[in-house]
Nanobody
Framework: QGQPVESGGGSVQAGGSLRLSCAIP????????TGWFRQTPGKEREGVAT???????MYADSVKGRFTISQDNAKNTLYLQMNGLKPEDTGMYYC??????????????????????WGQGTQVTVSS
């Protein structure tokens, strides 16, 4: 299995949209949990959204109603559609995967330490 590769980051004004993509060669999206995390300088990496093979999703409260995580098993690609972007969404966004079907029973149980596969990240910058 190859390393995740993210794309789609960029600079937008507040209220704008971006769609991030993540490809993991050889990874079975229809078998394991995947997710998106983000990090800003001086802060801990935090979870943004996760998705399980059956399509079950969870989101951080800060992005609910604005971001949508999805996967295309045929293309072996994970997506994060981000609408209504805010300056506080600025950060490096990482795709992550874990070799386990379930992500967590609840959002509070999603931990970056449980994800063993990480990409290099893609930068998202939102200006006011």
């Amino acid at each position: 299995q190859g390393q995740p590769v993210e794309s789609g980051g960029g600079s937008v004004q507040a209220g704008g949209s971006l769609r991030l993509s993540c490809a993991i060669p050889g990874y079975a999206y229809n078998t394991y949990c995947t997710g998106w995390f983000r990090q800003t300088p001086g802060k801990e990496r935090e979870g943004v959204a996760t998705i399980e093979p059956d399509g079950g999703t969870m989101y951080a409260d800060s992005v609910k109603g604005r971001f949508t995580i999805s996967q295309d098993n045929a293309k072996n690609t994970l997506y994060l559609q981000m609408n209504g972007l805010k300056p506080e969404d600025t950060g490096m966004y990482y795709c992550a995967a874990r070799r386990y079907y379930f992500c967590s029973g609840s959002w509070s149980g999603v931990r970056k330490e449980d994800f063993g596969y990480w990409g290099q990240g893609t930068q998202v910058t939102v200006s006011s």
